[in-house]
């Protein structure tokens, strides 16, 4: 199964990643996920190192029209979405990027 994690270098999304790729859901150890995240404060390719070479990664916005149009999440047969701001000061900033959910209509 093709599964894309977005916000996967996060809190949240590295630690579903991390459970999916050690076995923590039955059945969905061998699945073939790419990571979608922006890497800005809050995430961090290191939170997937106990997983890492078991993802491909994919760094980018989900707010990118083009980059989902290239085939990112049309390739998936399973989209996931744990993507947030972490800290809702920074997120409600007026020079902030928009987080979800415009992002999420994009998918």
Do not use: W
Not at 45 to 74: E, H, M, Q, W, Y
Not at 81 to 88: I, T, Y
Request: hydrophobic residues 40%; proline residues 6%.
């Amino acid at each position: 199964m093709r599964i894309l994690v977005t916000g996967a270098a996060g809190f949240i999304g590295s630690h579903y990643v991390r459970t999916l790729l050690s076995g923590g859901y039955p059945g969905y150890e061998d699945a073939e996920v790419t990571v979608l995240d922006k890497l800005t404060y809050a995430g961090n390719l290191a939170n997937l190192d106990p997983v890492a070479g078991r993802f491909s990664f994919t760094r980018g916005d989900i707010c990118d029209a083009a980059l989902l149009a290239d085939g990112v999440a049309a390739a998936q047969e399973v989209i996931v979405s744990p993507d947030a701001g972490a800290n809702v000061k920074v997120t409600l900033r007026r020079d902030s990027v928009p987080q979800p959910p415009s992002g999420r209509k994009m998918l």
